[in-house]
């Protein structure tokens, strides 16, 4: 299959292992961040880590946009899917991520709210369009790849006059969290000067392009490299970043050419800054408060907003205790340091977002390497 069994080849695999344990310097470490639990997934599944030298480490980002979603963003979305006559649409891997006391929309659905699971914002709108005496409420969560549905969503209901259809707007941005974790001295201070370089993030750049990573690399000297996620497109950013550091380059390079640009999406762009604006901050799982790193819809689209047509309650919202999730998304633990690992936490029994998602790095952990990480954490 064209542009997949070219970027699954063994010997092509074999022979960028051996660039890479030429080009890795044996006498100092590389740590390189994998912003997105895309690439976390990719590098387990394959076993990428087993293809590179002990001395090139990965180090798990938080670019997992149901793990970053905090207690209380879900908790508002179980309160609006439990009002009288809404139904609530969400993305799957949503409905079994636990909330405060572990309420999750899955449950809340078994008590009796119309929750339902849509593969796409045109799900959405159907539902809403046949059932005109109900509110129908989307949850839009993502980075910068999934607003442009949204925002197409929120345009297609205005032109045809859907009045009953609105977005309870999750939507986050990938640029100002990597500069959070450069920056915010409360995340872990010695976590900048510990990372070599970032693994950058490629579907989203299909839509932003690169460029938004410029300052990145020229602020704070840390190189990037969009970098795709099939198996190969990955043991070769990471060689890309290795020459990077060897020869003292700081830039920002695209390993994923066959679909990133520069620029990016154009058409996209324009469509997602029609409809959103900047939130001046928004709360993420592990990170904190991060300034003007996720989006609102704009005043015009008000009619469309669930957070201004409904209103939400106050509340003390809880993450899991003892659940590392947050420590997970900042880079600064790993899943066999969270003592809930296959105990307590499991696919099936869930304790926090990271196990649920497909790209929570504890759900990469469980699938791809579950005996060793629980016979590594039986010896500590
Ligand atoms: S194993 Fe479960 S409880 Fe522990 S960090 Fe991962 S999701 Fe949270």
Redesign the pocket.
């Given at each position: 299959m064209k542009y997949v069994d070219e970027f699954r080849d063994r010997d092509l695999a074999r022979t960028l292992a051996a660039a890479i344990a030429a080009a890795a310097d044996p006498a100092r470490d590389y740590n390189f961040m994998e912003f997105c639990g895309g690439h976390t997934h990719a590098i387990f599944r394959y076993g990428v880590q087993d293809l590179v030298p002990a001395n090139v480490r990965f180090v798990h980002g938080p670019g997992c946009p149901v793990c970053i979603l905090p207690a209380r963003r879900l908790d508002d979305a179980i309160e609006l899917a439990e009002r009288h006559g809404v139904i609530l649409c969400s993305y799957g891997d949503m409905l079994r991520v636990p909330g405060t006391g572990r309420r999750s929309l899955l449950k809340a659905k078994a008590d009796g709210a119309d929750i339902r699971m849509v593969y796409s914002t045109l799900d959405a709108l159907d539902i809403a369009r046949a059932n005109p005496g109900r509110e129908v409420v989307f949850l839009g969560i993502g980075f910068e790849t999934t607003t442009p549905p949204s925002a197409a969503a929120i345009a297609q209901a205005q032109a045809e006059g859907i009045a009953n259809f609105s977005v309870f707007c999750n939507h986050v941005l990938t640029p100002p969290a990597i500069r959070h974790i450069l920056e915010a001295p409360e995340i872990d201070p010695s976590q900048a000067a510990r990372l070599d370089g970032f693994l950058g993030p490629s579907h989203v750049s299909t839509i932003i392009g690169s460029r938004p990573y410029e300052f990145l690399a020229a602020r704070y000297a840390k190189p990037v490299v969009i970098a795709g996620f099939e198996p190969l497109d990955v043991m070769q950013s990471v060689l890309m970043l290795i020459r990077q550091v060897n020869e003292g380059r700081v830039e920002v390079e695209n390993q994923y050419t066959r679909v990133v640009t520069r620029d990016g999406n154009a058409k996209a762009q324009e469509l997602v800054d029609g409809i959103f604006e900047l939130r001046p901050s928004f709360e993420w799982r592990g990170l904190g408060s991060v300034p003007d790193s996720a989006l609102a819809i704009r005043a015009e689209y008000a009619a469309f907003d669930a957070e201004k047509r409904f209103t939400l309650s106050e509340k003390r919202s809880r993450e899991?205790k003892?659940?590392?999730?947050p420590a997970?998304l900042r880079g600064v633990?790993k899943?066999k340091d969270?003592?809930?690992?296959?105990k307590?936490?499991t696919p099936e029994t869930?304790?926090?977002?990271?196990?649920?998602s497909s790209e929570?790095?504890?759900a990469a952990y469980?699938t791809y390497r579950r005996m060793e990480t629980l016979a590594e954490m039986a010896a500590e």
């Open positions: 899991t003892s659940c590392e999730c997970i633990k899943p969270c003592k809930l690992f296959g307590a936490c869930p304790m926090g977002a990271c196990m649920v929570g790095a504890c469980w």
